[in-house]
């Protein structure tokens, strides 16, 4: 077999832990390319086209552009720094043969940099490490550097990989350094070395046209779009094709509209070349990770495999007596169409049907990704029920076991105890502590995937805000035990009406509260958070009685704590598993999933009577 390169292209991926400056580099890299007008505006994080990234501030799907730069295209792939959304970078690096490994100056290899490093030297990819972000006062880019390296033959990085070329970068300045304390450049040395590093795609001239499917898109006047690199060979537009299925099937297709990627929008061509970043037109049934190819000459190129997804969490219709009011999307199918289309664009994500028609189980990497869903969903006019998300365990040889994380917790020495303290209450081990001597300290630890649900929001509080944790799936090992849940009960509306500031005043004191005077409230909904364990049933409606006496002053003046509205991620960590969270496109809020108070009671005492008599 004789291979070639294509030395007019180069497909390279920017991988990076969550917040290391992947997106504002790649936002040099496109100002300084010669991409836009001198005096054109340019908004800041091009790449993070949605409302969330932009909100958020991360990155949550992979995306392409391209570049020319001294006549060789360069096709950037920005992908997400989260654990969580795993299975993007999964399949963009299937795209490329290529990654600029970026890492902060100050705090190094965290958990998401081995994810993404160990995902690069499995597809075998060339390396171009950028230590990023030395202008920080806590900058160390020596010792970054030495730590890449220990993580680089820790993973079992080959020699090349091993020499792979080092730059120090500013990516918000857009500027780029050769040596440390050398002289100051814009990123032309960042481009030359991925010309020079960097190699061409390679490909057979014996084989005929051969593409997979990395990502899909939609377009309403084209319809689906297939996005993949193209292997081997070459194809023009209204060419027949065929679609190779995960079974085996083949689907025949043909060909409306050939385009790649130039800038940030699509330029149809009439022919592409091997090693191209391509996007397809005049296809319906295609998946991520099929093959399309000739119709002589049909075969199937090896599928993007994602690891397992570690979390469930149950969607299902919204049965509250405030069902139907704000959402546009109120019935079990749209829920379903739309799940479904998620497995279509997202290949971690899986999605069940269960007994009850009205519910699915949809699995994910991380309940962060779950909620991204969720959120998105909302904004899209769904109105729906979630529940409390539960780990997916496993039997091996008999045993139980559960998905585990590694978790590397960054924060003040003054908060050391009670993060400890916590961890340890949810099973989490301590294998690694470093006090770097300035004020800060951080902690490794192994930890069971249920011990950090929930746990997020404790530990911002606990830490004053200024802790910073990272986790990443570990693998499974044996079932750790029983882990306290939340320690307090729910304040419960027994009844349907209106809160008013009065019944709330007086409600105060029992615990933290979720709802204003003025909110609309129904049986079963929870109101509050109770200062003690049980669940109280109360009345958020009641009125003050009127009397023929004036009250004096002060009396009736009621002075309520301000509440602050819950987020999708802050309902789902706060639930039980008898409770869901009521998601509409105005509204979150929290509800028993049997509304009935009486019904709850009967549910307990038989619950009770089980235990008793297990005992």
């Known amino acids: 077999m004789s291979w070639e390169q294509n030395e007019k292209i180069r497909n390279i991926a920017i991988i990076a832990h969550v917040?290391?400056?992947?997106?504002?580099?790649?936002?040099?890299?496109?100002?300084?390319?010669?991409?836009?007008?001198?005096?054109q505006e340019v908004a800041e994080r091009i790449m993070d086209s949605l409302e969330l990234e932009r909100e958020r501030g991360i990155t949550i799907a992979a995306k392409n552009c391209s570049f020319f730069y001294e006549g060789v295209k360069i096709n950037l792939i920005d992908t997400p720094g989260h654990a969580d959304f795993g299975g993007e970078v999964e399949r963009a690096l299937s795209m490329a043969d290529g990654a600029i490994l970026l890492?902060?100056?100050?705090?190094?290899?965290?958990?998401?940099?081995?994810?993404?490093?160990?995902?690069?030297?499995?597809?075998?990819?060339?390396?171009i490490i950028c230590i990023n972000k030395i202008d920080r006062k806590d900058a160390r880019p020596q010792e970054v550097l030495n730590e890449v390296y220990d993580?680089?033959?820790?993973?079992?990085?080959?020699?090349?990989?091993?020499?792979?070329?080092?730059?120090?970068?500013?990516?918000?300045?857009?500027?780029?350094?050769?040596?440390?304390?050398?002289?100051?450049?814009?990123?032309?040395?960042?481009?030359?070395?991925?010309?020079?590093?960097?190699?061409?795609?390679?490909?057979?001239?014996?084989?005929?046209?051969?593409?997979?499917?990395?990502?899909?898109?939609?377009?309403?006047?084209?319809?689906?779009?297939?996005?993949?690199?193209?292997?081997?060979?070459?194809?023009?537009?209204?060419?027949?094709?065929?679609?190779?299925?995960?079974?085996?099937?083949?689907?025949?297709?043909?060909?409306?509209?050939?385009?790649?990627?130039?800038?940030?929008?699509?330029k149809e061509v009439s022919r592409v070349f091997p090693g191209d970043i391509v996007v397809l037109s005049g296809l319906e049934d295609v998946h991520i990770g099929d093959t399309i190819c000739t119709q002589e000459n049909p075969q199937q190129l090896p599928r993007i495999r994602v690891e397992e997804p570690t979390v469930s969490m149950l969607f299902s219709i919204n049965t509250s007596p405030l069902a139907g009011r704000e959402g546009e999307f109120v019935q079990s199918r749209k829920i379903r169409e739309r799940l479904f289309k998620e497995t279509l664009l997202n290949v971690a994500i899986k999605v069940e049907e269960t007994e009850d028609k009205d519910s699915f189980l949809v699995k994910g990497r991380g309940e962060f990704q779950l909620a991204v869903l969720v959120e998105t969903m909302r904004r899209e006019g769904f109105e729906f029920c979630v529940g409390r998300p539960k780990v997916i365990l496993k039997q091996k040889k008999g045993i139980l076991e559960e998905p585990m994380e590694n978790l590397l917790v960054d924060c003040e020495e003054v908060f050391m105890g009670v993060v400890t303290e916590k961890l340890s209450l949810r099973k989490g081990k301590m294998h690694s502590l470093l006090n770097n001597g300035q004020g800060r300290v951080r902690m490794e630890f192994l930890i069971p995937s249920r011990g950090?649900?929930?746990?997020?929001?404790?530990f911002l509080t606990d830490t004053k805000g200024t802790g910073i944790m990272h986790s990443?799936?570990?693998?499974?090992?044996?079932?750790?035990?029983?882990?306290?849940?939340?320690?307090?009960?729910?304040?419960?509306?027994?009844?349907?009406?209106?809160?008013?500031?009065?019944?709330?005043?007086?409600?105060?004191?029992?615990?933290?509260?979720?709802?204003?005077?003025?909110?609309?409230?129904?049986?079963?909904?929870?109101?509050?958070?109770?200062?003690?364990?049980n669940d109280l049933d109360v009345n958020p409606c009641k009125s003050k009685k009127l009397t023929n006496l004036r009250a004096a002053g002060k009396d009736d003046a009621v002075i309520l704590t301000p509440v602050l509205p819950l987020t999708v991620e802050q309902a789902i960590h706060?639930?039980?598993d008898d409770e869901l969270v009521e998601v509409t496109p105005k509204s979150i809020r929290l509800r028993k999933a049997v509304l009935s108070a009486k019904e709850r009671h009967v549910l307990a005492g038989k619950e009770k009577k089980q235990k008793l008599a297990g005992n």
């Not at 081997?232 to 995960?246: F, R, T």
């Open 452 to 458: 950090l649900i929930g746990y997020r929001d404790e």
């Open 19 to 39: 917040d290391h400056g992947k997106t504002t580099l790649v936002d040099s890299m496109l100002k300084q390319s010669g991409l836009f007008r001198d005096n």
């Open 574 to 576: 706060f639930i039980k």
């Open 151 to 266: 993580l680089l033959i820790e993973l079992g990085a080959s020699e090349e990989q091993l020499e792979a070329p080092v730059l120090y970068t500013i990516g918000k300045e857009g500027v780029c350094f050769e040596t440390l304390g050398g002289e100051k450049q814009d990123l032309k040395p960042l481009f030359r070395t991925i010309l020079q590093n960097i190699p061409g795609p390679g490909f057979d001239p014996q084989k005929p046209f051969q593409m997979l499917v990395s990502d899909l898109g939609y377009s309403d006047y084209l319809g689906r779009l297939a996005i993949g690199k193209v292997f081997h060979g070459e194809v023009e537009a209204k060419e027949n094709l065929v679609c190779i299925l995960a079974e085996g099937e083949q689907k025949p297709l043909k060909v409306s509209k050939l385009q790649v990627y130039e800038g940030m929008e699509l």
């Open 472 to 533: 990443l799936f570990a693998g499974y090992a044996p079932y750790a035990g029983d882990i306290p849940g939340r320690r307090t009960g729910a304040l419960v509306s027994d009844r349907s009406g209106q809160a008013v500031a009065y019944a709330l005043f007086n409600l105060e004191p029992r615990g933290r509260l979720f709802v204003r005077p003025g909110d609309v409230v129904y049986e079963g909904m929870i109101i509050g958070e109770h200062n003690r364990q």
């Open 103 to 127: 890492v902060d100056a100050s705090e190094g290899p965290l958990p998401q940099t081995r994810f993404v490093l160990q995902k690069a030297l499995e597809g075998n990819l060339a390396l």
